[in-house]
């Protein structure tokens, strides 16, 4: 049962931080695409664009951009997941971690095991712990999310709604003469 424990703790971290790596790696990717926003072939930014063109047709004008963002933001899924959840993921496989080294720990005293048993498993859900909070320190995943949502609404405000107001005063100007 104690040896278990130990292999589900170092699978729970092995996820952890395989999966922010990922997400790091995803995230980077969509900065990277946002960059170069007029000609990307990135699908979701261009459904996004799409979106905000449909949205400004209907309704000539979007008056609240960043709430856009949010809202397309939280709609993205990874594997059937919300994207915020994938993101708030990470604290909570901590906090597994401490948990499952201290259940280890009292195992080992309830089985009366030697004290450097206990003690090793303890340490191993600090450890791992602590190795998820290093690969997220390392990722910055949060950092990227405002980043990422920052330069979405920036391309919006600044280029996107500015073209198509243009358009459209000057489209309502050719059909009055």
Not at 10 to 35: E, H, P, Q, T
Not at 54 to 74: H, T
Not at 140 to 151: H, I, Q, R, T, Y
Request: charged share 20%; glycine share 8%; with cysteine.
């Amino acid at each position: 049962m104690g040896q278990a424990i130990n292999y589900i703790t170092i699978s729970v971290c092995a996820f952890g931080c395989v999966s922010r790596i990922i997400l790091s790696g995803y995230y980077r990717m969509l900065l990277k695409a946002l960059k170069c926003m007029k000609t990307t072939k990135n699908k979701w930014m261009q459904k996004m664009k799409e979106q905000f063109i449909l949205r400004y047709q209907a309704m000539l004008g979007v008056q609240n951009v960043e709430s856009f963002v949010d809202k397309f933001f939280s709609e993205r899924r990874i594997m059937g997941i919300p994207v915020t959840a994938w993101t708030g993921l990470h604290i909570q496989l901590v906090s597994i971690c401490l948990l499952l080294g201290a259940l280890s720990a009292m195992y080992g005293c309830v089985k009366g095991l030697p004290t450097a048993s206990v003690l090793t498993a303890m340490f191993q859900g600090i450890w791992t712990s602590a190795l998820l909070l290093v690969v997220d320190g390392f990722c910055m995943v949060p950092g990227k999310v405002d980043a990422l949502k920052c330069g979405m609404q920036d391309y919006l405000e600044n280029y996107l709604q500015v073209r198509l107001e243009h358009e459209y005063h000057v489209w309502g100007k050719d059909r009055e003469e």
